[in-house]
């Protein structure tokens, strides 16, 4: 498994956190990570504003870097049954509160912010932004995740201004 090793006190108030595995479409998350962390208008904003991170099917150690935010976009590829290759951005609430499992990780997204709501560790603003990959969950095409960062970068800018 992979883990950003840090202390989630010393993370950025926005905090983007790219879930996922090391297989097929499960790797939009990381990839889409990638693809920021290459973007000079978000350059200036990190470490003190933005964290940008990859975690490997974190579970419930994903409430570790939910910790002391104030706005958190999850990044996932999802399966929802809508239409592969869909964009989709979903509150944290609306997350917690879904008939469906988006998440193909054991103790996923939903199972762990409805426990962050539980214990009260719930960031502000929560989000989880990701691509319907339907069947193509052993194909990630390279637009997905273009796609996915340029709508994230936009998210960002839109909540913190470089400096």
């Known amino acids: 498994m992979f883990f950003v090793e840090t202390d989630s006190a010393l993370l950025a108030p926005l905090r983007v956190i790219g879930v996922g595995s090391p297989f097929g479409a499960?790797?939009?998350?990381?990839?889409?990570?990638?693809?920021?962390?290459?973007?000079p208008m978000l350059a200036s904003l990190q470490p003190a504003r933005?964290?940008?991170?990859?975690?490997?099917?974190p579970g419930a150690a994903l409430l570790d870097y939910l910790s002391?935010?104030?706005?958190?976009?999850?990044?996932?590829?999802?399966?929802?049954?809508?239409?592969?290759?869909?964009l989709l951005r979903l509150t944290g609430d609306a997350v917690g509160q879904a008939p469906?499992?988006?998440?193909?990780?054991?103790f996923g997204l939903r199972e762990t912010l409805n426990l962050a709501r539980v214990l009260g560790e719930s960031p502000a603003q929560?989000?989880?932004m990701g691509i319907e990959v339907g069947e193509q969950a052993h194909h990630l095409p390279a637009?997905?995740?273009?796609?996915?960062?340029?709508?994230?970068?936009?998210?960002?800018?839109?909540?913190c201004q470089p400096v």
Not at 100 to 106: A, I, M, R, Y
């Open 143 to 159: 637009a997905w995740v273009e796609r996915l960062a340029d709508v994230v970068e936009a998210e960002i800018l839109a909540r």
């Open 68 to 86: 002391g935010a104030e706005a958190v976009i999850i990044l996932d590829a999802m399966k929802t049954g809508a239409r592969p290759g869909q």
């Open 50 to 57: 933005l964290s940008l991170m990859q975690l490997d099917r």
């Open 26 to 39: 499960d790797r939009l998350g990381w990839e889409t990570v990638q693809a920021l962390q290459q973007r």
């Open 100 to 106: 469906v499992k988006l998440s193909s990780h054991g």
């Open 126 to 128: 929560t989000w989880v």
